[in-house]
């Protein structure tokens, strides 16, 4: 096939050249949406790493692309693109893909598979959201552009905890009328952008996205008359405006519905069959960690265990499981992983689980009045041990003591704030946590068994997961 119209691809096949430019090229013959022009010019440079053509009325890319096996940055922009080869997810190199402009009503589900890329951007397309992939599986993200497009929801793919590395999103200029509140799952937001949507509220969890430094929200119909007018004020800081959603915002804003979309069961409704209630991802039940927990024990697991019947001999044995437990290979006598439980009825959620030094964190001890720094309190416990040692004249510790070396020497130590609820024979409802430096699989493990074990003694138990603010790794 002869490039006489196209000096631009004889250049590239006769210098081998890493890189195809082509700019505002159009009426032109053959045309570049022709499949045999492609087909040759793919297959003679499978050298190309960068590929961009812009404003050149391409309306076909063909499958022969991935011909090119180290392509890492994709640019068709302002082109008439209609649909995007399923082949495109064998360039697993990729890192950069730019479809701006074009007329896409929507993307290959093999968009999953690319697991390298960082930026992705399909501003000004046709898309829906039962036109997207699954986002999950995009753990290298940076960047996500979906803006000027028909979206109508934020996609349920981009919550799911995995995109820990997602600092940008824009979804301005689409069709959204609801955002869910586990949009905060994304805990290195730093650009949200939500702008000419059809928002009428944004839920309380918006308010506690820490790290956001460019909120834009502006042109949305917010009932909030107040709200509507700061979102709109270019000189508000950003600040003031996540203030406003923490203060203002309600909670509660997430039914409680299944991956099937039917109603979960609520916790006053019991199982004929004797089947345990369970509601997932329950909105107030939230725990947001921060990265100073991270290093020493990032994984935690919650749930709040209701219609509890703790009465007779039951609470000894709900203790005695989580004892159990402890002594378990499971748990490796708390080296793996940790169980707490605590009457929900004496803090408030949302939760914070973070790690703070000895001497700035304070604990009300059992039976104690007065809060005392952990230093304090380990330092009396290991007096308390070394002289139980000498008294006994043995070197077996009692229950309270058998733990310290986990925790003596640790420079931070990890916490959940709030949580101080002692828990009774009278107790009907515990917020149970599960941490672990080993895996988020070793932390839901360890809870499910805890349940398991619990539902012997209290047949009519019911759960609620609570909503976790970050990844699961």
């Known amino acids: 096939m002869s490039f006489a119209e196209w000096p631009e ?78 082949e495109i997810g064998t360039l697993s190199k990729l890192t950069f893909v730019d479809f701006s402009n074009n007329n896409l009503g929507s993307l290959p589900t093999s968009f999953s598979t690319l697991t390298k890329l960082e930026t992705l951007v399909v501003t000004g397309n046709k898309l829906t959201n039962a036109g997207l992939f699954d986002f999950s599986a995009l753990q290298a993200l940076l960047v996500l552009d979906l803006s000027h497009n028909e979206l109508t929801s934020v996609p349920a793919t981009l919550t799911g905890g995995q995109l820990v590395r997602l600092h940008t999103l824009n979804l301005a200029h689409n069709k959204i009328t609801e955002v869910t509140p586990k949009l905060n799952v994304i805990e290195h937001m730093k650009t949200l952008n939500l702008s000419e949507n059809e928002i009428t509220s944004l839920p309380w969890a918006i ?35 996540v203030a406003y959603i923490a203060k203002h915002a309600p909670k509660v804003t997430e039914d409680t519905t299944n991956d099937s979309g039917e109603n979960a069961e609520q916790p006053n409704e019991h199982s004929d069959d004797g089947t345990v209630m369970i509601r997932l991802g329950v909105p107030e039940m939230y725990v947001k960690r921060l990265e100073s927990v991270t290093p020493i024990r990032p994984f935690l697991a919650c749930c709040v265990l209701r219609n509890l019947d703790l009465t007779g001999e039951n609470f000894k044995k709900f203790i005695n499981i989580q004892t159990k437990l402890h002594s378990s ?52 416990l290991v007096r308390d041990a070394d ?23 640790l420079p931070v130590l990890p916490c959940l704030i709030d949580a101080n609820g002692l828990m009774s024979d009278e107790t009907q409802c515990v917020w149970v946590e599960v941490s672990s430096a080993e895996s988020m699989a070793v932390c839901k493990e360890v809870l499910e068994q805890l349940i398991a074990e619990t539902v012997l003694i209290c047949p009519q138990l019911h759960v609620d997961q609570d909503h976790w603010g970050f990844p699961e790794y």
């Open 207 to 241: 308010g506690q996205m820490e790290k956001i430094r460019i909120l834009d929200l502006s042109q949305n119909p917010f009932k909030d008359g107040r709200f509507r007018k700061l979102a709109n004020d270019k000189r508000a800081k950003v600040s003031a405006v």
């Open 9 to 86: 691809l004889a250049t590239v096949s006769k210098e081998q050249r890493f890189e195809l430019v082509v700019k505002d090229a159009k009426g032109r013959n053959p045309s570049l949406s022709d499949d045999e022009l492609q087909k040759v010019v793919f297959s003679k440079n499978p050298q190309l790493n960068f590929v961009s053509i812009s404003g050149c009325g391409l309306s076909h890319l063909s499958s022969s692309i991935t011909a090119c096996s180290q392509l890492t940055k994709l640019v068709i922009i302002r082109n008439e693109l209609v649909r995007v080869p399923d």
């Open 329 to 380: 290979s499971l748990c490796g006598n708390r080296t793996i992983a940790a169980i707490g439980t605590h009457e929900i009825k004496s803090f408030q959620p949302p939760l914070k689980y973070l790690a703070l030094p000895p001497d700035e964190l304070h604990i009300t001890a059992l039976h104690k009045k007065k809060p005392v720094s952990a230093r304090e309190l380990i330092d009396a």
């Open 387 to 409: 002289l139980a040692r000498k008294r006994t004249k043995r070197n077996t510790l009692n229950p309270l003591h058998r733990y310290l070396n986990i925790v003596v020497d």
